[in-house]
């Protein structure tokens, strides 16, 4: 059973950092990509950003700048790294996977609060 866990989440002002991880386990024969998506109350999930397992990343625009992705394959572990954080960051933050098979797994998610 492939199982995701998310940490780092937080209380922060607003222009501070956090940094959230989540570690995979389980029988992964290969990895697609891994993500982060954030939910606010009342809001759809989205995409806040994406790694494939060659590195490549997409990032959404609101992002683009302030957040860094990174995928540690030795550690098992997806990192999203946010500075310049705003009040409009507040949200669940879910990480996922996608494995060869193209089966997608979520995360329980890590609530981050940015006061202003």
């Known amino acids: 059973q492939v199982r995701l866990v998310e940490s780092g989440g937080g209380l922060v002002q607003a222009g501070g950092s956090l940094r959230l991880s989540c570690v995979y386990s389980?029988?992964?024969?290969?990895?697609?990509?891994m993500g982060w998506y954030r939910q606010a109350p009342g809001k759809q999930r989205e995409l806040v950003a994406s790694?494939?397992?060659?590195?490549?990343?997409n990032y959404a625009d609101y992002v683009k700048g302030r957040f860094t992705i990174s995928l540690d394959n030795i550690k098992n572990t997806v990192y999203l790294q946010m500075n310049s954080l705003k009040p409009e960051d507040t949200a669940v933050y879910y990480c996922?996977?996608?494995?060869?098979?193209?089966?997608?797994?979520w995360g329980q998610g890590t609530q981050v609060t940015v006061s202003s």
């Open positions: 389980g029988s992964i024969f290969g990895i697609n990509y």
């Open positions: 790694i494939t397992s060659g590195g490549s990343t």
């Open positions: 996922n996977l996608q494995d060869t098979g193209r089966r997608l797994y």
